[in-house]
């Protein structure tokens, strides 16, 4: 496995482009499921989850070819139904082609969805999301069968605003015969991305800022071209990187009006932030302050994919902060290796995490067993005094096109061998 090493204890200087949206793509890439004809997604993240996804289609009967940030998608001959095992246990992502398949040939197949490990992540919302459009089931302690004689639109009431559940449930319900409302829904901005593809391709869906979709289905869908916005929580990342670190940086093409609840926290802690047409400027000197007490919440809340650098900052901060986690019961596993680096963050029931702040950080040899906890591990290894080394760079690369250049471009001293 590679190791990121990163020489901290310096600021942040310079500009950086936001690479497409990993939490846009994966579900739009699995909608194209549902056009007999090519969609082409330009600004694809080149991440090893979207190179995951690819090979998922291709499995299937998909031709899928890619030039640099371009995938096109040809879903004419899709053939079948049964999704491998090696792709399918690698992310959870996989589970958001059941509603697309179920819509295509009528049925799938497919070992429990792996990903990772922040908590107990249940499909039981997309599954009864999927119930209620027609779909039958049949399970095993690993493998998920699941088939329809055909769906229909009806009236759907989620238990919670999960955002595969949503996603699953529109791409099924685009594919059902009658109209669908989709009621406690998401309403994320990758919600927002994945209606306005469909609608591009021709399907008719409304209201997915509103917390209630209406989809009318059944209709032709046609081949079309579409550009996957920028990536929310990588800009959150590296805002929250020059927020603990220091300095000033541009975020090329950083999405507006997606960050507010993280750019709101930031302020708090004596950051400066100014909107540009084509970016944000993000500058912190002098103390950093604590923001108090942030809770993570379904979007506009504070996204829960961000709390994990954000503890970094807290951890800096002139005085204690507190991190109440809502959304999963395993977030702070990444604690462990922080404190080892110097943080003294004390987790309370797996929900609240209390971080004393005015900490000095020490490099170390640490360890990503996650996504954004690994993202968190090399936000601190910027801020720490000494050699960090981040060992599982696999995890990060996930969601990360090339983390080492992107904070090289804002004079980190950073590399991966």
């Known amino acids: 496995m590679k190791s990121i090493y990163i020489s901290g204890n310096a600021p942040l200087y310079g500009e950086v482009t936001i690479q497409g949206s990993k939490n846009a793509a994966l579900p739009i890439m699995a909608a194209a499921l549902l056009i007999p004809g ?10 090893a989850d979207v190179e995951y996804m ?19 998608i040809d879903a004419s001959a899709v053939s079948r139904n049964r999704l491998p095992e090696e792709y399918v246990t690698m ?11 179920l819509g295509r040939t009528g049925e799938v197949s497919l070992h429990y969805p792996g990903g990772c490990v922040i908590g107990d992540r249940p499909i039981d919302i997309h599954l009864k999301a999927l119930r209620s459009l027609g779909t039958c089931y049949s399970d095993s302690d690993q493998e998920l069968e699941a088939w329809t004689a055909g769906l229909r639109g009806t009236d759907i009431l989620l238990e919670f605003p999960s955002v595969g559940a949503t996603e699953n449930a529109v791409m099924a319900a685009v594919a059902a015969e009658g109209v ?46 579409f550009e996957i916005p920028s990536d929310r929580i990588v800009a959150g990342t590296y805002l929250c990187a ?21 750019e709101d926290v930031a302020i708090r802690m004596g950051c400066s932030l100014r909107r540009g047409d084509e970016g944000l400027w993000v500058q912190r000197r002098g103390i950093l302050f604590s ?17 994990s650098p954000l503890l970094v900052a807290m951890a800096l901060a002139d005085g204690e902060s507190r991190l109440k986690e809502t959304i999963f019961n395993d977030r702070f596993v990444v604690v462990a290796e ?10 309370q029931d797996n929900k609240l995490a209390c971080i004393p702040g005015g900490r000095r950080l020490t490099g170390r040899q640490v360890t990503a067993s996650e996504l954004r906890g690994g993202a ?6 910027l801020c720490a005094e000494g050699l960090t080394a981040v060992g599982n760079r696999y995890f990060i690369d996930r969601g990360y096109e090339d983390i080492c250049r992107d904070l090289r471009q804002l004079g980190a001293d950073i590399d991966s061998w």
């Open 291 to 307: 923001p108090g007490y942030v809770e993570t919440g379904s979007y506009p809340g504070f996204p829960t994919d961000l709390q």
């Open 38 to 47: 090519i969609s082409v997604l330009k600004n694809c993240p080149r991440i």
């Open 180 to 225: 669908t409302r989709i009621r406690r829904c998401a309403m994320e901005p990758e919600i927002g991305s994945l209606c306005a593809f469909l609608r591009c391709a021709g399907a008719d869906i409304r209201g997915e800022q509103t917390g209630c979709i209406t989809v009318r289905g059944g209709k032709a869908l046609h081949p079309c071209c």
């Open 242 to 262: 020059c927020l603990a670190a220091g300095g000033e940086i541009f975020m090329k093409n950083s999405p507006e009006g997606q960050l507010n609840a993280m």
């Open 91 to 101: 992310m959870r992502s996989s589970v958001m082609l059941m509603g697309p398949m």
């Open 54 to 72: 690819c090979r998922l289609l291709q499995s299937i009967g998909c031709f899928v070819e890619r030039d640099k940030n371009e995938v096109r």
């Open 338 to 347: 922080l404190n080892r680096m110097g943080t003294e963050i004390d987790v």
């Open 376 to 381: 968190a591990l090399v936000v601190a290894g």
